[in-house]
């Protein structure tokens, strides 16, 4: 009976105490956050992520920390680089945004931040996944869009290549008049889905970002890929060059206007010496 009643009391003293701990780790938490973020910011990644794993530790419901560490983890990946050592950080990075994830489904970043370490790791079908989870979280990303786009591009080029390297043929960037009907037949069977899909969200990009210059280099090479099915059709054939030729125009243009602004926009930034 006593110890029942003794319950509150002790209780209100644990809760002060707690109040007061805890205030003690968050700063601390705090602390070990800054300081990794110096680290990083001097490209010291490992030290980060010790000072970014200890703010974890010490407040553990502090979303920013562990988008730091995984962060940080990320920056350490090489992409292209098929060792057991590059694969397991970039998998733990990956198991760090997924935890952000799981309080917060929608967290652009994290999303982001995974559909590029598997571009890193030569994952396409999962960094597609990725890219199309960012696009449902924020319809506006135009980078989104534009991965997708340039992962469609590579396997179509890839299909491309292999199928024309049957035929004795190289790529010539002009729809490839002299390929056999039946090669053609079998690359348009492997390439007009991926091909659309491609064009279908490189133009979101543009859609979304009309100066994106990237998706116009994009948007010319898969025309490229989309005169090689025309299959005999000289009229279809051209007519995809023709557009590949445009976009290749419209890009180069709009590279410099975007270069030019950028140059009109550092004009404001005055150096001032010291009296």
């Known amino acids: 009976?006593?110890?029942?009643?003794?319950?509150?009391?002790?209780?209100?003293?644990?809760?002060?105490?707690?109040?007061?701990?805890?205030?003690?780790?968050?700063?601390?938490?705090?602390?070990?956050?800054?300081?990794?973020?110096?680290?990083?910011?001097?490209?010291?990644?490992e030290a980060a992520i010790d000072h970014f794993q200890r703010a974890v530790s010490l407040d553990p419901n502090y979303p920013m920390t562990r988008v730091y560490l995984a962060t940080a983890y990320a920056q350490q990946v090489v992409p292209d680089l098929k060792t057991p050592k590059n694969e397991k950080i970039a998998q733990t990075a990956i198991d760090q945004f997924n935890q952000v994830l799981e309080k917060n489904p929608n967290d652009v970043t994290s999303l982001a931040q995974i559909a590029n370490l598997y571009m890193d790791l030569d994952e396409f079908n999962k960094a597609k996944e990725w890219n199309q989870k960012v696009l449902a979280a924020d319809?506006?990303?135009?980078?989104?869009?534009?991965?997708?786009?340039?992962?469609?591009?590579?396997?179509?080029?890839?299909?491309?290549?292999?199928?024309?390297?049957?035929?004795?043929?190289?790529?010539?960037?002009?729809?490839?008049?002299?390929?056999?009907?039946?090669?053609?037949?079998?690359?348009?069977?492997?390439?007009?889905?991926?091909?659309?899909?491609?064009?279908?969200?490189?133009?979101?990009?543009?859609?979304?970002?009309?100066?994106y210059d990237d998706a116009m280099s994009y948007m010319n090479l898969m025309y490229r890929q989309k005169a090689n099915l025309a299959c005999g059709d000289t009229k279809e054939r051209l007519a995809d060059v023709q557009?590949?030729?445009?976009?290749?125009?419209?890009?180069?243009?709009?590279?410099?206007?975007?270069?030019?602004?950028?140059?009109?926009?550092?004009?404001?930034?005055?150096?001032?010496?010291g009296k």
Do not use: F, H
């Not at 105490?17 to 700063?27: F, N, R, Y």
């Not at 980078?143 to 190289?170: C, E, F, H, M, P």
């Not at 039946?182 to 970002?209: F, M, P, S």
């Open 139 to 211: 319809p506006k990303n135009s980078q989104a869009a534009y991965t997708i786009g340039v992962i469609d591009w590579r396997q179509a080029y890839k299909n491309s290549i292999g199928v024309l390297k049957g035929a004795n043929l190289t790529d010539n960037g002009k729809g490839n008049a002299k390929l056999p009907k039946q090669y053609c037949e079998t690359l348009k069977q492997e390439n007009q889905d991926i091909v659309n899909n491609g064009i279908e969200y490189l133009q979101k990009a543009l859609d979304i970002n009309p100066n």
């Open 243 to 273: 557009t590949a030729d445009n976009w290749a125009a419209k890009q180069l243009a709009t590279r410099r206007a975007n270069e030019l602004n950028q140059n009109k926009g550092n004009e404001g930034i005055v150096i001032q010496s």
């Open 1 to 45: 009976m006593n110890r029942i009643a003794r319950v509150p009391v002790l209780a209100a003293v644990s809760v002060t105490l707690l109040a007061s701990l805890t205030g003690c780790k968050q700063l601390e938490a705090r602390d070990q956050l800054n300081k990794g973020v110096e680290a990083y910011k001097a490209a010291k990644y």
